[in-house]
C-alpha cells in the first residue's frame, strides 16, 4: 500500500496539490489537525497567507506536531508560503515560523501579485527544465549548514533542499508536470 501524503489544509492552495498527488497515484489527505498528520507519513505546507496560517497551526497545536514529526523523520515539503513557514527566519520580520529549515528567506521577492510570472527553470535532481509558476514568491537569502540550492532564478535561490526537507518557491502544483512531487517523493 502507498504511503499518504499529507496536505495541511487549513488555508491555501491545499486543492491543487491533492490532485496533483492524485495524478500520480499517491494517496494525499487533508492535514486539519494532529490526528490527521498522525495518519501520514510526508506533509506538504501550500502556498497561502504565511502570517494567518501560523496563528492557525497554533491555534489547533499543529504549530508543536509538525516539528515533532519533523524530528522524527517525516519527510516535509513547502511551496511558497510553505517554505516561509519552513524558514528558520523571515528576512526584515520578526514573523512567527516553524523554524524546521536552516534558512532565511525574503517575502515577495519579485514583487506584487501584479509581478507573477512563469518561467523554465533547471532543478537539481530533475532531467530536463520544470515549467514553474511563481506568484508573490520569495526567494532564500541564507543558506544554512546542510542546505543545498537546487533551482536559482535570475541569480536568486528559489528551491532548496536539506535531508528530508524540500524547499519551493514556486507553485509545481498548478502545472500537469509532477516531478517535483515526485522529488518530494523520493526524498
Known amino acids: 500500500m502507498p504511503e499518504t501524503v499529507g496536505v495541511l489544509s487549513l488555508q491555501g492552495d491545499f486543492e491543487r496539490h491533492l490532485v496533483a498527488l492524485d495524478r500520480i497515484g499517491v494517496p494525499g489527505r487533508e ?5 490527521d498528520l ?7 505546507i501550500p502556498g497561502g497567507e504565511s502570517t494567518t496560517l501560523g ?9 508543536q506536531a509538525i516539528p515533532e514529526r519533523a524530528r522524527a523523520g517525516m519527510p516535509i515539503w513547502g511551496t511558497c508560503m510553505g517554505l516561509i513557514l519552513l524558514a528558520k527566519e523571515v528576512e526584515g520580520s520578526d514573523q512567527w515560523t516553524l523554524g524546521l529549515l536552516d534558512v532565511t528567506v525574503r517575502r515577495n521577492a519579485f514583487g506584487r501579485q501584479v509581478y507573477s510570472f512563469e518561467t523554465d527553470l533547471t532543478i537539481r535532481g530533475l532531467e530536463r527544465p520544470f515549467h514553474a ?13 546542510g542546505v543545498e540550492p537546487i533551482a ?7 528551491a532548496v533542499r536539506s535531508g528530508k526537507m524540500l524547499g519551493t518557491a514556486f507553485h509545481p502544483e498548478l502545472t500537469e508536470d509532477s516531478r517535483v512531487h515526485e522529488l518530494f517523493l523520493n526524498l
Not at 492535514?31 to 490526528?35: G, L, M, P, Q
Not at 498522525?38 to 506538504?44: A, N, P, V
Not at 536559482?152 to 528559489?158: F, N, P, Q
Request: charged share 30%; hydrophobic share 45%.
Open 133 to 145: 509558476v511563481f506568484i508573490r514568491a520569495p526567494i532564500v537569502t541564507r543558506l544554512g549548514v
Open 55 to 63: 496563528i492557525l497551526l497554533r491555534r489547533c497545536g499543529l504549530d
Open 38 to 44: 498522525d495518519e501520514c507519513s510526508r506533509l506538504i
Open 31 to 35: 492535514v486539519r489537525t494532529v490526528a
Open 152 to 158: 536559482e532564478h535570475e541569480g536568486k535561490v528559489v
